[in-house]
């Protein structure tokens, strides 16, 4: 291999690092969407949300499981969009059964709170804080 092709060789490397380096600028991937587990139902058998509070962000996903004594379901309190987009009415019965919302990417910063409509009396609520 004579000097030239090495430089030849070379600056092609250089070439698709620059447009690698580049491209990367261009199109900065978005940061990944986070998903968090809410239990229905402590593992100690109380009637509570575990954790009760959760921060999240737009694009999000929550997944409430039902871990014991159900039946629960998670009714977000008022009629905003986020409120709306995040409350399920229906009852789990089925330990494991998972019910998944989405944060919508347009939602609102605020808090959001929420219950579990057969257990509301004892205190089974809870709230999520979109960032
Ligand atoms: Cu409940």
């Given at each position: 291999?004579?000097?030239?092709?090495?430089r030849?060789?070379?600056?092609?490397?250089?070439?698709?690092?620059?447009?690698?380096?580049?491209?990367?600028?261009?199109?900065?991937?978005?940061?990944?969407?986070?998903?968090?587990?809410?239990?229905?139902?402590?593992?100690?058998?109380?009637?509570?949300?575990?954790?009760?509070?959760?921060?999240?962000?737009?694009?999000?996903?929550?997944?409430?499981?039902?871990?014991?004594?159900?039946?629960?379901?998670?009714?977000?309190?008022g009629d905003?969009?986020?409120?709306?987009?995040?409350?399920?009415?229906?009852?789990?019965?089925?330990?494991?059964?998972?019910?998944?919302?989405?944060?919508?990417?347009d939602?609102?910063?605020?808090?959001?709170?929420?219950?579990?409509?057969?257990?509301?009396?004892?205190?089974?609520?809870?709230?999520?804080?979109?960032?």
């Amino acid at each position: 291999m004579n000097l030239q092709s090495v430089r030849r060789k070379l600056g092609a490397i250089l070439a698709v690092m620059v447009l690698a380096v580049a491209s990367m600028a261009l199109f900065p991937s978005p940061a990944a969407a986070a998903s968090y587990d809410v239990k229905m139902g402590s593992d100690s058998g109380m009637l509570q949300f575990v954790p009760s509070s959760l921060t999240v962000k737009p694009g999000d996903t929550i997944n409430f499981v039902n871990n014991k004594l159900g039946p629960h379901n998670a009714v977000f309190e008022g009629d905003s969009a986020v409120s709306k987009a995040l409350s399920n009415k229906n009852l789990s019965f089925a330990p494991g059964e998972t019910t998944s919302v989405t944060v919508p990417k347009d939602a609102a910063k605020g808090t959001y709170s929420f219950f579990c409509e057969p257990h509301r009396g004892a205190g089974m609520s809870g709230s999520v804080t979109v960032q």
